[in-house]
């Protein structure tokens, strides 16, 4: 395993910066999370999130890998978000928006999702990552397991933050 300095840099290697689309010329559109880019790229960039959304609402929610790391956590709390999302009665939903009307959206809504399990993940099993300078604009920081993270401990964390029923 790296040290945990060497992991950090990694950790900022695999961050997804903006780009800017050779096709996008002055008829581009700035796309967060993305970034400048043609017509042709926004089409294939839904179409991937449609169909990822397809792909985790076809998965039991319980269904989960033995051991998370930061990537597979991410898509474990989006998966979440959507079942939720899907579960709310319109008076509930009607709640979240009242909330914060973008929680409807799932990629959002998992950002809380993540949050509120990040709290009670132990510290060793994660690092978190302030960037600075340019990186800043983009990302005020994130964090990343530096190791496994055993799914016992994400349905423990699930339970603490009252995601999901005590057993
Ligand atoms: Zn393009």
Redesign the pocket.
């Known amino acids: 395993m790296l040290p945990k300095s060497l992991d950090c840099i990694a950790a900022r290697v695999r961050v997804r910066l903006p780009r800017i ?4 010329g002055e008829n581009g559109r700035i796309v967060p999370s993305i970034g400048y ?5 926004v089409a294939v960039a839904q179409q991937q999130r449609r169909d990822l959304h397809e792909e985790l609402r076809a998965e039991p929610l319980g269904e989960m890998p033995p051991n998370f790391d930061t990537a597979t956590f991410d898509r474990y709390a989006l998966k979440f978000s959507i079942h939720f999302l899907d579960a709310l009665s319109p008076e509930n939903r009607d709640r979240v928006i009242g909330s914060n009307p973008m929680f409807v959206i799932p990629e959002a809504f998992s950002l809380l999702i993540k949050e509120q399990i990040l709290q009670h993940v132990p510290d060793h099993y994660m690092t978190t990552v302030q960037f600075e300078g340019h990186d800043r604009l983009f990302s005020s920081g994130e964090f990343r397991f530096f190791k496994p993270v055993p799914a016992k401990v994400i349905l423990r964390a699930l339970r603490k933050s009252k995601l999901i029923e005590a057993e």
């Open positions: 689309c050779e096709k996008a880019v043609c017509g042709g790229c």
